[in-house]
């Protein structure tokens, strides 16, 4: 089980918010810097930091959101805010604490809108923005062994050609998770590792 958010806080007066103890009292896993709380609640990437210390503190799997809004995709400017996600969300964590991560690419102009990311350029933002950033701030075997998700607008017409990238070892599935479909995508999940 996964919570979809928490606060960094042990505990406090935060109304409405989760504690990591409660949500550790259910869940393995934690999301922690969605786009949509990124954008609509104004997260920043220091409190995103902040939940992934955390997280990690409480011996919750935080599940790190990162990703482009589209006028910075057609701008070019995709890696550079990846990156700077990335270093953020990582800063001052131990090699032995990031390995416990999972990170998941969610180009934002992509979630809940049906357009999803080609296989190949999504797995070259993975590899080039998030790996090889996790690569400089530990070492390339802790890059290649931490689990990085592709998000956004997964379905099964889609899921294959996610899977089949070297740098993709899954999917974040949102909307298409609602559906009965979604079983299709399991499937295709299930036959890449069987």
């Known amino acids: 089980m996964g919570a979809q958010n928490m606060h960094w806080e042990e505990k406090g007066a935060f109304t409405g918010e989760l ?20 954008g609509l609640f104004g997260e920043t990437d220091e409190m995103v930091a902040k939940k992934m210390k955390a997280a990690l503190g409480i011996g919750l799997i935080p599940i790190l959101c990162v990703g ?3 006028k910075e995709n057609e701008s070019g400017q995709t890696d550079a805010v990846v990156g700077r996600q990335m270093k953020a969300a990582y800063d001052g964590l ?3 604490q990031a390995a416990q991560t999972i990170v998941a690419y969610e180009p934002i102009w992509a979630i809940g809108t049906g357009r999803a990311a080609h296989g190949p350029d ?6 080039e923005s998030i790996r090889s950033v996790l690569g400089g701030l530990f070492d390339e075997t802790l890059a290649q062994g931490i689990r990085v998700l592709y998000g956004g607008s997964v379905k099964p017409a889609n899921i294959d050609e996610f899977l089949s990238e070297a740098d993709i070892d899954g999917g974040l599935v949102g909307g298409a998770s609602l559906k009965p479909e979604y079983v299709e995508v399991v499937r295709a999940a299930l036959k890449r590792i069987a």
Do not use: D, Q
């Open 19 to 38: 504690s990591p103890a409660m949500v550790k009292e259910w869940c393995k896993y934690v999301i922690v810097g969605h786009s949509e709380r990124r």
């Open 94 to 96: 131990t090699a032995e």
């Open 68 to 70: 482009e809004t589209l």
């Open 122 to 127: 999504a797995n070259r933002v993975i590899a």
